[in-house]
Every structure is written in structure tokens, then in C-alpha cells.
């Protein structure tokens, strides 16, 4: 309908409109072709085929397999062909009346597997470094109308670190008012690895933060990522006696690895007083017990000294007048 008009007076009600538009009979034919084909245009690309995903990985790991993915709804249309592109070059095509089907055109980082690509899906495998770039994926529709419409989706491959992030220049025990300086260094990786540095389970303040420009080695250009933290040790960063420093190294999705060192805090020795009260008491009791049992011994060995002495004494007496007298 057109403003309320059936479909088969559509364009005699443009014409008859057209006539208010031009003086003359050439102006007034100009009007009315034009009219009459955007109605044709907008019900050709009503009806047109269309792109409903096209699925590209952002991030994919070096010597894996990636799958590339487009799909698309030809609304009635036939299918003519199905094209990728790298950076703008062709390197695989499906055409579904060929034999076979698919074609590919070789390139520096693209190897296609076609047992397993088809007109909705591409199979690469492996991939390498030369592999990361810019995937479009374009469709197009038989004769007559050779409609065709495309999408992209930028990919990078990763190389992952050999090594987990590693942590340095730490002690093993810290006091309140001590600097904390250390560093968390990441293997070599393509890109850089993201660190992050965690205090107690909480992220560090960006002031604590030292950051460095990636260190790029080999002939692969790997690259290696280095951060600091440095800040004043307060009574806050110890939990029941530990600080807990952790470094977290990430690449996107693809990649997820943490290092966690636990550190102690010195102890403030307490002055002894109540262990000093209680041992001069036990040793002043103890002190008091062993001379009552020496003064008791004594007695004891005075009194029987003593009775010995008398008898001795006596018998001495007895003796001496038992003798005779010269």
C-alpha cells in the first residue's frame, strides 16, 4: 500500500501525481521514472540477500587451529559464490556449482583445510604469526541481480609465555614504616602480557605502581612486561600478621596466570612483666620452703649433737674417777 493505495494502482497514482510536478511533458516523464524506480530499488534490495554473523576470533593462540565463520540468509536468492580475504587479498572461495567446490590461493601465514571448510565456514590450521589481520568474508547471489554483501573482524595471534610471571627484590619479613619494592616479570609473549599487582587480595593504588616499557628480544620480537610496586608498609596491610603480594599476568582470554608471595611482619617483643612477677614469686615461695627445711635440718642435727655431747661428757666423768690416784 501507498498512502492507502492498493499495490496495482501504485504507479498509475505516481504518474497522475507527477503531472503537479512539471509544466511540461518532458518534466513530467522526468518525475515519474524517477518515482518508479526507487519503488523498484527499494523492493529489489528489500528482497536482497543479507549477512546474518560473521565470526572472527580477536585473539587465537600460535600452532592452533581457528575456524572462520560467516553466515547469511539469500532471502529467496540463489548462491553464486562465497569469498575470504586477508588484508584485502582472496585466499579461499566457494562456488557451489564448481568441482570441487572449494578453492584456495596461498599466501604467507594461510593454510586452509578444506576437508573441513565449506560455504559457511573456513578452517585454517595451523596458524602461525603471519596469521593475525583483517578477515572479510563476502557473498554474492546468482544472476540476475549478482547481489552482494559483505562483513570483516580483525584477528591476532597470541604466543604464549613459556614461563609464569615471577616475583623479585621481596623479603621475607617486613616492618610498619619499611618500603616495599619488588618487581613481576612476565615471559615472552606476542603481545605483551598484561600485569596487575594485588595487595591482600585488593588491587594496588595506581601511586604504588611502576610501570615499564615492554622489553622486546630474538628474532621473533617476543616481548617481555615488567611492573613495579613500591609503598610504605602501614599496620592496614597486615591480616593477622601476613601481607599477601600477588602478581596477575593476562592476554585477553587466552591467557590467565597469577604468582603469590606471603610475607610476615616482624613481631614487637612484649616487655615480660607478668612472667617476671610470677617467677620472682615462685622463686621467692621456693627460696622460703628451703630455708624453713634447712632451718628444721639444722635443729634437728643440733639437737642430736647435743645429746651426743652430754653422753660423751658423762662418760668422761665416770672414767676419770674410776681411775687411781698416783
Request: glycine share 6%; with cysteine.
Given at each position: 500500500?501507498?498512502?492507502?493505495?492498493?499495490?496495482?494502482?501504485?504507479?498509475?497514482?505516481?504518474?497522475?501525481?507527477?503531472?503537479?510536478?512539471?509544466?511540461?511533458?518532458?518534466?513530467?516523464?522526468?518525475?515519474?521514472?524517477?518515482?518508479?524506480?526507487?519503488?523498484?530499488?527499494?523492493?529489489?534490495?528489500?528482497?536482497?540477500?543479507?549477512?546474518?554473523?560473521?565470526?572472527?576470533?580477536?585473539?587465537?593462540?600460535?600452532?592452533?587451529?581457528?575456524?572462520?565463520?560467516?553466515h547469511?540468509?539469500?532471502?529467496?536468492?540463489?548462491?553464486?559464490?562465497?569469498?575470504?580475504?586477508?588484508?584485502?587479498?582472496?585466499?579461499?572461495?566457494?562456488?557451489?556449482?564448481?568441482?570441487?567446490?572449494?578453492?584456495?590461493?596461498?599466501?604467507?601465514?594461510?593454510i586452509?583445510?578444506?576437508?573441513?571448510?565449506?560455504?559457511?565456514?573456513?578452517?585454517?590450521?595451523?596458524?602461525?604469526?603471519?596469521?593475525?589481520?583483517?578477515?572479510?568474508?563476502?557473498?554474492?547471489?546468482?544472476?540476475?541481480?549478482?547481489?552482494?554483501?559483505?562483513?570483516?573482524?580483525?584477528?591476532?595471534?597470541?604466543?604464549?609465555?613459556?614461563?609464569?610471571?615471577?616475583?623479585?627484590?621481596?623479603?621475607?619479613?617486613?616492618?610498619?614504616?619499611?618500603?616495599?619494592?619488588?618487581?613481576?616479570?612476565?615471559?615472552?609473549?606476542?603481545?605483551?602480557?598484561?600485569?596487575?599487582?594485588?595487595?591482600?587480595?585488593?588491587?594496588?593504588d595506581?601511586?604504588?605502581?611502576?610501570?615499564?616499557?615492554?622489553?622486546?628480544?630474538?628474532?621473533?620480537?617476543?616481548?617481555?612486561?615488567?611492573?613495579?610496586?613500591?609503598?610504605?608498609?602501614?599496620?592496614?596491610?597486615?591480616?593477622?600478621?601476613?601481607m599477601?603480594?600477588?602478581?596477575?599476568?593476562?592476554?585477553?582470554?587466552?591467557?590467565?596466570?597469577?604468582?603469590?608471595?606471603?610475607?610476615?611482619?616482624?613481631?614487637?617483643?612484649?616487655?615480660?612483666?607478668?612472667?617476671?612477677r610470677?617467677?620472682?614469686?615462685?622463686?621467692?615461695?621456693?627460696?622460703?620452703?628451703?630455708?624453713?627445711?634447712?632451718?628444721?635440718?639444722?635443729?634437728?642435727?643440733?639437737?642430736?649433737?647435743?645429746?651426743?655431747?652430754?653422753?660423751?661428757?658423762?662418760?668422761?666423768s665416770?672414767?676419770?674417777?674410776?681411775?687411781?690416784?698416783?
Open positions: 500500500m501507498l498512502c492507502g493505495i492498493p499495490p496495482m494502482k501504485r504507479y498509475e497514482h505516481v504518474c497522475a501525481h507527477c503531472r503537479l510536478l512539471g509544466n511540461t511533458k518532458t518534466m513530467y516523464e522526468m518525475w515519474c521514472w524517477i518515482i518508479i524506480l526507487q519503488f523498484f530499488l527499494a523492493e529489489e534490495f528489500a528482497s536482497g540477500i543479507m549477512l546474518t554473523e560473521v565470526q572472527v576470533p580477536k585473539h587465537t593462540v600460535k600452532g592452533h587451529r581457528v575456524r572462520l565463520e560467516c547469511y540468509d539469500m532471502e529467496g536468492e540463489a548462491l553464486y559464490s562465497v569469498k575470504w580475504y586477508k588484508d584485502g587479498r582472496e585466499f579461499y572461495r566457494y562456488v557451489p556449482r564448481d568441482d570441487p567446490p572449494g578453492t584456495v590461493f596461498p599466501q604467507p601465514g594461510i586452509v583445510y578444506l576437508p573441513n571448510s565449506t560455504s559457511e565456514q573456513v578452517v585454517l590450521d595451523p596458524i602461525d604469526l603471519f596469521s593475525s589481520g583483517k578477515y572479510r568474508c563476502e557473498v554474492s547471489a546468482e544472476a540476475p541481480s549478482f547481489q552482494t554483501v559483505s562483513d570483516h573482524g580483525e584477528m591476532m595471534v597470541v604466543v604464549l609465555p613459556e614461563e609464569d610471571p615471577y616475583i623479585t627484590g621481596g623479603k621475607p619479613r617486613y616492618q610498619i614504616g619499611d618500603i616495599v619494592r619488588v618487581n613481576c616479570t612476565s615471559g615472552r609473549s606476542k603481545p605483551a602480557v598484561h600485569l596487575k599487582w594485588y595487595i591482600n587480595g585488593d588491587e594496588a595506581e601511586a604504588a605502581i611502576k610501570r615499564y616499557e615492554p622489553i622486546v628480544s630474538g628474532p621473533d620480537k617476543l616481548e617481555t612486561s615488567i611492573l613495579g610496586l613500591e609503598f610504605r608498609v602501614k599496620p592496614k596491610h597486615f591480616k593477622r600478621g601476613d599477601k603480594l600477588k602478581c596477575l599476568a593476562t592476554i585477553s582470554t587466552v591467557y590467565w596466570k597469577s604468582n603469590e608471595e606471603s610475607v610476615e611482619g616482624e613481631k614487637i617483643q612484649k616487655a615480660p612483666m607478668l612472667e617476671s610470677r617467677a620472682v614469686s615462685s622463686d621467692t615461695r621456693a627460696d622460703r620452703v628451703q630455708a624453713a627445711s634447712g632451718d628444721a635440718l639444722a635443729n634437728k642435727y643440733s639437737s642430736r649433737l647435743n645429746f651426743t655431747l652430754r653422753w660423751l661428757l658423762v662418760a668422761l665416770l672414767a676419770a674417777a674410776s681411775w687411781p690416784l698416783s
